[in-house]
């Protein structure tokens, strides 16, 4: 007799335990799913990253136009890939880090003409 109550509780052990593990994995797969939605926001912004890098830089004048066309059109992939996964808090990071490069770009720049300025000064 006491084996099979030993049976009984072990298998609604087993069961509560299977209750808890599916219920723990369905957060890990919502967690897995938002780490690649990140992920891909992040390649996004890299690829915005680069055409304001190359709408800037003198060898790819040329095809300005074009650039500009492609960063308007990855932009809106952006703002609505951020608002169909809700992630507006990776929005608020992103500002920020906008800024910083913002910062970075404008020092570049005035670096770039203080060296321009002291080259032609020679």
């Known amino acids: 007799m006491k084996n099979e109550e030993f049976k009984d509780k ?28 990140i992920a891909f926001l992040e390649m996004m912004n890299l690829k915005r990253s680069t055409l304001k890098q190359q709408i800037n830089a003198p060898e790819f004048q040329s095809i300005d136009q074009i650039l500009l066309g492609e960063l308007k059109a990855i932009e809106m992939v952006i703002n609505e890939f951020v608002q169909l996964f809700e992630l507006h808090e990776f929005e608020a990071i992103e500002k920020d880090f906008k800024e910083t490069e913002e910062e970075e770009t404008s020092i570049l720049v005035a670096n770039e003409t203080l060296d321009d300025t002291q080259v032609k000064d020679d």
């Open 10 to 37: 072990d298998v609604h052990h087993r069961g509560n335990r299977h209750k808890r593990d599916h219920d723990h994995h369905h957060r890990g797969a919502k967690t897995f799913r938002r780490g690649r939605a």
